[in-house]
């Protein structure tokens, strides 16, 4: 997979949303981050994409409230989800990111794969896998990343990605789980590859245009 044709550093953001009503037209293609609020989600983003602010960090997880929308080119988004299952936030509050997360999931058409991230030291909560488990009744691919991976060793680390590689083939569907840190740059060549399949998808031609 050749990443040039994406350039993720040209990524710029273009608005925050309540709700997919507020959102860009439902046209193109998006890729949508979610995972719990002290996953590193911003971070992710920010690595990927080589921006160090692109995407807002807090040392208090949560803050992100909003549906973040940030355009690569014409027609190509990622989104930054609401962090969900973060217990220090009113109950009300945090009901209200989970309607406007289940709301996007479930009726944005241009969405076209899910990354989730989970901590590698804590991943597969209860709510992450009904979010994989939605994601492949959906048919949606899923990249899942497992961030902070610097904090294990590299024997651990290998062990763990394999276990939750084994623990998620229960749900079926495509999901392919690498480790990733921001703090050292580990697995963001890997999330780009998968990013740029997928964001490329709508440009490939169905067999049938291929000329006579």
Known sequence: MNNNKINFNAARFITSAPNIRQMPADTGVEIAFAGRSNAGKSSALNTITQHKSLARTSKTPGRTQLINVFELSEGKRLIDLPGYGYAKVPEEMKLKWQQALSEYLQQRDSLKGLVVLMDIRHPLKDIDQQLLQWASDCELPVLALLTKCDKLKSGARKAEVLRVREAVAIFGGSIRVEAFSSLKGLGV????????????QDDMPDAGDEPA
């Open 189 to 200: 060549e890997q999330a780009k590859e998968v990013l740029t399949e997928w964001l490329l």
